[in-house]
Structure formats: structure tokens, C-alpha cells
């Protein structure tokens, strides 16, 4: 008896562990509860993203709005949604029907079926009625929640709004507010579309230390780490991937691509798939030959150094303020041991190698909404299901003495003795660009580094670049 109910025991056990996470329209109809009731004085209107023409019938690539995307889960353009509390249909979406013009051109597309069967919509309407609809809500309410834009659609809905408000009392809000306050917190089925972005995103730096080498473009390097995402099944990017070489390891944004990475430099790689909406945010720096050299690695350890102490200090209740102080503090021990500033207590010495604060939300956007204080004015503090990046950095380049002289004279300083005494040191770590970003999430006991398979620390970057592969280089 005892050992079948330890059977039954551990049958229970594994039941639970292998338990589907929730799923989509379960992620979607809850978020959708819990804004409802935060939104209870009318109806909230949103529009999608509008696609946009490059030229002739050719469009840009399309991305969903985030706020959309987060409440209805509908990546096409051209929709909107409704939310009415209290209405017996109270997730209401307009669409484009499905049509043989559209199939044949572009493919088939979602139509009022996508609508209610993928996105969970209890009622879906042909958008060609959507003013006579809202004509009438819009004449029942007295507060819409409702944010404009300047698409086409925005406008029109605004139109209809502006009417009614010249004939009688009508109060607009934004909903956005309430709808990033609950982007904040992720749910169980996010972070596993979060974490696979990632997943994805640690494959290809792990590709890209593999086929790296010297002699290659910085594109070259780019295109193997995109082509893992498509491989993996990641269909875009959250943000153009920065990849930099040398002197473009130190420029923070730089998406140019096309330097010739030399023996001896490093490569600084920041990447992000998204996937399914969701954004990855990964950084790690490799030197192109496989192998740190002594000032290189100096470098390196101290932004390894800082960036674990900002992990050490991840808990539930910390403000995320708080944690780009603790990794600045360590920054700027190592840049006053390398000579590089003179006194680490001084913001304006320490913000001429580290110009940001390096940590922000990560979601459905790569800067994802929220703040970084809450509406007290306070530290945003953190609590479980946050996921945000820990990005330290030191960046040495060419106009780094120039900003050294900027930020010196606008603190007051002596500017030609502060230059004296840093310059040799900027002279010796020049084209030093070192980042080194994961992303974290927050959890009841601490945090889970969801980045930790990309390799991260010096052993295992050079592990990982003397595991080469080779690749077909197109000449
Ligand atoms: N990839 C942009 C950032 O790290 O914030
Ligand atoms: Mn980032
Ligand atoms: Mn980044």
C-alpha cells in the first residue's frame, strides 16, 4: 500500500511538472480581466499599428502596436478592439473579412475568424462598420478610454469622439497607463515566450563566437547570428542588431556593419530575436582572434565584476535604480585602478565611460514600458515576474578624451589636470569597447538569469571561439 502511494505520489510529481504552461488565450482573456476593472468607467478603444509603404505597393515590415499586441494578441494591421465591462460581449474586435485579393497578394489573412478563435475576441465585426458601431457606443458613454494616433483609423474614431464632445459632457483618457503598469508583470506563458527569444538569442551569440574570425565583415558575423534566428524559428529581430569591431565595440548604437574585423580587436555583439512579440536583449564581447589580450581582459573582468554584483543585489523589493548603482560602484573602483578617472565617487568621471543606466524592463518591446519609478516618485521596486537587463559597460574611443573635457568643465573641474593624468590610460585601453548584458528575471527568491547559456565569462568565451566552425564565405 505504502509503495503505491508513493507511486501515486510520484506519478502526481510528474503530472505537475510536465503541466502545459498557460496557455495564449488564457494569457490573453487574463490580462484582460485585470485591466478591465482598472478601466470600469467606459469603454476602451484601441487601434492597431498601421502598415506603412516604403514605395509602390511595397511596405515596410510590419510590427504589431505592443499595447495591441498585448491585449489581443492580433499582429495584423488595420483592427480594432474593443473593451466594454460589463457588456455581455465585452472583447469585441473589428477586422478585415478574409478576401481572394488579399489571399492571392499577401496570403490569407486572419479575418473575423483569427479574431474570436486565436485571439479569444467574444464578438468580431467586418471594419468597414466600425463607425456605425462606435457612432452609437461613443452616444452611451460618458468617460472612453482612448489614446489617438495619426493613422488613419485613430483619426477617424477621434472624428467621431470630436462630435460628440461639441453636443455634450464626454471625458477621454489614456488607458496606457494601466495597460504598462500590467506589461510590468509577466505571466508564466510570457516568460516562456520570452525565454525562447533568448534561447535563440544565446544560440547565435554562441554561433557567432564559433565563425568569427578575423578578415570577416562585421555583417558577415550579423548575418550568421540572423540566421539562427530564422532557423530557430525567431522571424525578426527586436532591434537591429549591433554589431561592432574595433573602434565600433565603443560606439554604443552602431549598426553600420561593414568594417573589416582585424586580429586583435574585440566584437562587441548586442542582440535581441524576438519571438512571438517577445524581445531578447544579449550582449557579449569577443576578441576576433579567440584570445583576450591582458588590457582587454582588465576590462572585461571589471564589467563581468559589475555586472554580477547588480545579480547579487536582485531581489524582490529592491528598486531597479538601486541595482544600476551597485554595478556603477564597481565600475568605477575598476576605472580609478586603471587610471582611467580620478575620484570614483564622482557621477560625471564614471558617466564618461558608462553613459547610461544600465538596466531597463524587457518584454514585448526591448525598452519595455513601466519606468523606472512609480507613480510616488519612488525607486520602482522590483517584485517576481519582472524581467529587466543588466548591462555594465566601459567604453574607450576615439571622442572619449573630448568628453572627458565637456563633462570636466561642466562639473566645475580643473579640465587640462584631470585630461594629464587620464590620458595616458585612454591612450592605452583605446578601441576598448566591452559589454556584457543578460537579462534576469525576477523571481521570490532572488532572480533566474535567463541569458546564462550564452557564454559569459573569459574561459568561456575563448572556450567557445576554439570550438571554430567553419562557414561557406561567398567571395
Ligand atoms: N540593445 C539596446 C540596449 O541594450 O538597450
Ligand atoms: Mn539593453
Ligand atoms: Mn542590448
Same mark, same amino acid.
Request: with cysteine; proline share 11%; net charge negative.
Given at each position: 500500500m505504502k509503495s503505491r502511494s508513493l507511486m501515486f505520489s510520484l506519478l502526481i510529481l510528474s503530472m505537475a511538472a510536465t503541466l502545459p504552461a498557460m496557455d495564449k488565450l488564457e494569457s490573453l482573456k487574463t490580462r484582460r480581466q485585470k485591466l478591465m476593472p482598472q478601466l470600469a468607467s467606459g469603454p476602451t478603444i484601441m487601434v492597431s499599428g498601421q502598415s506603412y509603404l516604403r514605395n509602390g505597393d511595397t511596405a515596410y515590415p510590419y510590427r504589431q502596436n505592443s499595447n495591441f499586441l498585448y491585449l489581443t494578441g492580433f499582429s495584423h494591421s488595420n483592427a480594432v478592439c474593443l473593451l466594454l465591462p460589463g457588456n455581455a460581449a465585452p472583447f469585441q474586435m473589428f477586422v478585415n473579412p478574409k478576401n481572394p485579393q488579399a489571399t492571392i497578394w499577401v496570403g490569407e489573412q486572419p479575418g473575423l475568424e483569427g479574431a474570436t #478563435? #486565436?485571439? @479569444? !475576441? #467574444?464578438a468580431a465585426f467586418p471594419l468597414s462598420g466600425l463607425s456605425r458601431h462606435l457612432k452609437k457606443i461613443i452616444a452611451e458613454a460618458d468617460t472612453i478610454y482612448f489614446s489617438t494616433g495619426n493613422d488613419p483609423i485613430s483619426k477617424r474614431i477621434q472624428r467621431l469622439i470630436d462630435r460628440a464632445k461639441k453636443k455634450r459632457d464626454l471625458t477621454i483618457l489614456d488607458p496606457r497607463p494601466a495597460i504598462h503598469a500590467l506589461r510590468l508583470l509577466k505571466d508564466d506563458y510570457e516568460i516562456s515566450l520570452i525565454q525562447k527569444a533568448i534561447d535563440i538569442t544565446c544560440e547565435s551569440q554562441a554561433e557567432a563566437m564559433r565563425m /568569427? $574570425?578575423? @578578415?570577416?565583415t562585421e555583417n558577415e558575423i550579423q548575418a550568421a547570428i540572423e540566421y539562427v534566428y530564422k532557423k530557430q524559428g525567431a522571424l525578426a529581430h527586436g532591434f537591429p542588431s549591433i554589431v561592432g569591431s574595433g573602434p565600433n565595440s565603443t560606439v554604443l548604437h552602431y549598426e553600420d556593419g561593414t568594417r573589416t574585423v582585424e586580429d586583435g580587436d574585440l566584437v562587441l555583439m548586442d542582440i535581441g530575436a524576438e519571438y512571438e512579440g517577445y524581445s531578447a536583449d544579449v550582449t557579449r564581447t569577443m576578441p576576433a582572434n579567440g584570445r583576450f589580450t591582458d588590457d582587454q581582459r582588465a576590462i572585461y573582468e571589471i564589467v563581468l565584476a559589475s555586472a554580477d554584483a547588480a545579480f547579487d543585489s536582485v531581489k524582490p523589493g529592491v528598486g531597479l535604480l538601486d541595482i544600476h548603482k551597485t554595478s556603477a560602484k564597481v565600475i568605477a573602483q575598476g576605472l580609478k585602478r586603471m587610471g582611467l578617472i580620478t575620484d570614483e565617487a564622482a557621477a560625471w568621471q564614471i558617466n564618461i565611460f558608462m553613459m547610461y543606466n544600465s538596466n531597463h524592463w524587457l518584454g514585448l518591446d526591448v525598452h519595455d514600458v513601466g519606468g523606472r519609478r512609480n507613480t510616488q516618485g519612488e525607486p520602482m521596486p522590483l517584485e517576481p515576474g519582472m524581467v529587466f537587463t543588466v548591462e555594465p559597460g566601459i567604453y574607450v574611443g576615439k571622442a572619449t578624451l573630448e568628453l572627458a573635457r565637456q563633462r570636466a568643465r561642466r562639473a566645475g573641474a580643473d579640465v587640462e589636470a584631470f585630461i594629464q593624468v587620464i590620458e595616458p590610460a585612454v591612450k592605452r585601453y583605446m578601441n576598448i569597447g566591452v559589454r556584457i548584458e543578460d537579462d534576469l528575471l525576477v523571481t521570490a527568491e532572488g532572480y533566474r538569469n535567463?541569458? /546564462? /547559456? !550564452?557564454? $559569459?565569462t573569459v574561459a568561456e568565451v575563448e572556450a567557445m571561439m576554439a570550438r571554430s566552425t567553419k562557414h561557406v564565405i561567398v567571395k
Open positions: #478563435d #486565436d485571439c @479569444g !475576441a #467574444d /568569427a $574570425r578575423p @578578415g570577416m535567463l541569458s /546564462a /547559456a !550564452a557564454p $559569459r
